[in-house]
């Protein structure tokens, strides 16, 4: 029988075919995400690499890069009000979009029992998508690049750590605007560090 003579093979719809091709470009095409992370209640090491190691087991995610541990002043609220935070920064590459990207790490948040009562509140686990290639949205639930990491010396340092040459879309070089920013409250912790998941 030639392939053709079959008559129980039916053509394909292009409009299948179109989305089919969709799919298999964004599989062999992954972008690039940049995620912040930070935790200043519990044991803060374990609660980070738990979240890496989330992160990896992530179908569509692989990390790329992990930065060094910053310990850091808690910003945004009244000085000696919070724990310091421990934070860093995660290198992607992902064919999830960006939503399923906030989906995920909201679950992670959730699997650490995070609890958001209070605004810049304490929190075992804070999961930012910091940038999702040049993205750039000003969706309220998903705001690309994070509305406040330009500013962050928390982001900013340990993201300039492990991609020196960064760009914030629409705010210039990492380098640049951690310089602007000063590392005041912001302290590499050299004696602490978090592993690549194999
Ligand atoms: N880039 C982003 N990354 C993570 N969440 C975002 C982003 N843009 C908008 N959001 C939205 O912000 C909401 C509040 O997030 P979250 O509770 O983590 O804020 P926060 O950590 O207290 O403060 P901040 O956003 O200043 O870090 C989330 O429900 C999410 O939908
Ligand atoms: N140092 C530090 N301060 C914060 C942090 C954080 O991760 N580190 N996260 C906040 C809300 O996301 C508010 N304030």
Known sequence: MTPNSDPTVQPVPA????????????????????????????????????????????????????????????????????PSYLNAVVLLRTTLPPGSLLERAHAIEEAYARVRDEHWGPRTIDVDIVAYQDVVSDDPELTLPHPRCHERAFVLAPWH??????????????????????????????DLELSLPE
């Open 15 to 82: 409009s299948v075919v179109h989305q089919v091709d969709a799919a298999d470009v964004t599989l062999h095409n992954p972008k690039r995400a940049v995620v912040a992370l930070g935790s200043n209640l519990g044991n803060r090491m374990e609660t980070l690499q738990g979240a890496i190691d989330a992160l990896e087991e992530t179908p569509g995610v692989r990390v790329k890069a992990v930065s060094p541990v910053y310990e850091t002043e808690p910003w945004g609220v009244e000085p000696g009000s919070q």
């Open 161 to 190: 750590d492990v991609d020196p040459g960064a760009e914030v879309p629409g705010h210039g070089p990492v380098a640049d605007l951690l310089g602007a920013v000063g590392r005041e409250g912001v302290v590499r912790r050299g």
